[in-house]
């Protein structure tokens, strides 16, 4: 069904594309002294992720040399992070981002939380697959090494793309057990006629009895599974918008959501993001970043809703 999907991502394929011509641009930007970051981010973000794969071929034929190894040697700190992430082929982000999650100093659940709340079945069938490919390692023996109690077995449910139970045969409980088993579900469709049959048996939106009987990581993931089943680019404009509120900004999280979403529902999360927050993306990524890091941030964003 991917295929049959509207791209409503702000990044699209570059129309008269060549690899080869790209690539040249991209050595002349890292040859000799200084580098060019003004051209490398303006090619980099406007052409699709497919179109980038197809430029580091052809670099590696050109120059005999690892674009992204270039890459690294030029650019440094969160400007390098974005570039690099858009280098990389989508699944293959999605999986180095889930091994660092798990496998760097104590685990970042947020990173866990994120990518298997979001996104769609099949690519959850298409990144175990990779993980294992990658790694030699099972994904889900990694995750439940990393994880316990009931967080852990909601992210093994999610990682199995479990069967439908149908709404009716559930017995409503606001035990953290009960909402495991209710969220558990890879359908939204599903999902949300379960949220409102919850809210007609106990008078309660199912977000309220979940910040209410939950907490810690497995209330973060509940919430996510509900908000991604209720909208998925409202969920995603809450998460950038939370990532930059503030002092500090999580960097991580911004570039994360700007680069897995630039190529498949970014016009639509601006969208969300203007009605919930009453002030638009663009502005806000101005105000928080700073350099050529705002700059492709910025060209990924597209327009400004204000």
Do not use: W
Request: net charge neutral.
């Amino acid at each position: 069904s991917s295929m049959l999907q509207a791209n409503r991502g702000t990044v699209k394929p570059s129309a008269n594309f060549s690899a080869s011509a790209d690539a040249e641009v991209l050595h002349k930007a890292m040859k000799g002294l200084g580098t060019d970051e003004d051209a490398i981010l303006q090619l980099v973000t406007a052409r699709s992720n497919a179109q980038r794969q197809e430029i580091k071929a052809s670099f590696k034929t050109l120059y005999g040399k690892d674009l992204i190894d270039d890459l690294k040697g030029e650019l440094g700190g969160k400007f390098e992070t974005l570039i690099v992430a858009l280098m990389t082929p989508p699944i293959t982000y999605d999986v180095t981002s889930l091994r660092n999650a798990i496998k760097g100093a104590g685990t970042d659940e947020k990173v866990l939380v994120e990518i298997l709340a979001s996104r769609t079945s099949q690519q959850v069938k298409q990144i175990v697959a990779a993980y294992k490919q990658e790694y030699d390692d099972d994904l889900e023996k990694d995750i439940t090494g990393d994880t316990s109690g009931h967080f852990q077995r909601l992210l093994v449910i999610l990682l199995q793309v479990n069967a439908l139970f149908k709404a009716g045969e559930q017995k409503f409980g606001t035990d953290e057990q009960s909402f495991v088993t209710i969220l558990g579900n890879r359908s939204a469709e599903h999902l949300r006629k379960v949220f409102d049959a919850y809210m007609k048996l106990s008078g309660y939106e199912i977000e309220e009895s979940i910040k209410r009987e939950t907490s810690g990581n497995l209330k973060d993931l509940l919430l996510a599974v509900v908000k991604c089943a209720r909208s998925v680019p409202a969920y995603f404009a809450e998460t950038l918008y939370y990532a930059m509120k503030g002092a500090g900004t999580d960097d991580n999280t911004l570039i994360r959501v700007m680069v897995t979403r630039s190529e498949v529902d970014l016009l639509d999360i601006r969208a969300q993001f203007r009605r919930l927050f009453a002030c638009s993306l663009h502005s806000m990524i101005k105000g928080d970043a700073g350099g050529d890091y705002r700059k492709a941030l910025l060209a990924l964003c597209g327009g400004d809703d204000a």
